[in-house]
């Protein structure tokens, strides 16, 4: 029977919406609780409109992953258009619970391969899978093939980040406590990246400036060795995850 793959992801990557549309990505979102009030991102709630409520909120935000159910009724409504396979590419499971319930619910439904992939990464970084997903189903290939293109390209990529607080990412339970406390107590801008699916320090340095340069050194780095990788970097402002998410 030929193959009919579809590709999901969460919101966590931050597609854009026509990005979404163009590589027929179907995004599940992550909630985000903001002084009690839930919100879906991308549904309820967009980007802009989180940072402008997280500042004004009394409480710290916080996020929490999509449901079993969620998942399930997603697969099933897949099935029922007639998807054979489904990649359910989700952020890191060293932060999030998402790749799991992905995972668990998948096995729930009968009819339909779902394949989840971990990427031990976020935002863009997970994003580019999905997009790699999709661009191989247009090209025709099959699971398998596409299977083994992502675990490729999964060892070829790192994503490095700066945030504004660290205490944000801290106290949302995805960077320890004495990291944390380094970076306050000594005003630096750390640059941040994945290892082993956690968000760990991989250098400091004194200012934002010096750490985009840095960031951009790491890039021109990774094209001068002609890596097939993708080297991703973004800016948080906020960091809108805790352990939960």
């Excluded at 998942?71 to 409504?77: D, I, K, W």
């Excluded at 489904?86 to 339909?112: D, P, R, W």
């Excluded at 890596?227 to 998410?245: E, H, N, P, T």
Aim: aromatic share 6%; with cysteine; charged share 25%.
């Amino acid at each position: 029977m030929k193959e009919k793959i579809a590709v999901v992801t969460d919101s966590t990557a931050y597609l854009p919406a026509e990005t979404v549309e163009k590589y027929n990505i179907h995004v599940i979102p992550l909630s985000v609780i903001i002084d009690g009030e839930v919100y879906k991102e991308g549904i309820d709630i967009t980007t802009a409109e989180f940072y402008e409520k997280a500042k004004a909120a009394d409480q710290f935000p916080t996020s929490s992953q999509p449901s079993p159910g969620e998942f399930v009724q997603l697969f099933e409504e897949m099935k029922e258009q007639g998807y054979t396979h489904v990649f359910s590419i989700h952020l890191s499971s060293g932060i999030s619970g998402t790749y799991q319930n992905a995972l668990s619910s998948g096995q729930m439904v009968e009819g339909i391969e779902v394949i989840g992939i971990d990427s031990g990464l976020s935002c863009m970084a997970q994003g580019s899978l999905a997009i790699k997903a999709s661009e191989l189903i247009a090209q025709g290939s099959d699971s398998q093939e596409i299977l083994e293109a992502l675990e490729k390209m999964l060892t070829t990529m790192d994503a490095y980040f700066l945030v504004d607080d660290l205490n944000n990412l801290q106290r949302g339970g995805r960077l320890s406590g004495a990291q944390a406390l380094i970076g306050s107590l000594l005003q630096i801008k750390p640059i941040l990246y994945f290892e082993d699916k956690v968000i760990t320090l991989f250098e400091k340095v004194r200012t934002k400036k010096k750490a985009l340069k840095r960031i951009e050194e790491l890039l021109g780095q990774a094209v001068k060795e002609e890596k097939q990788s993708k080297l991703m970097s973004f800016m948080a402002m906020i960091q809108r995850v805790d352990k939960s998410g």
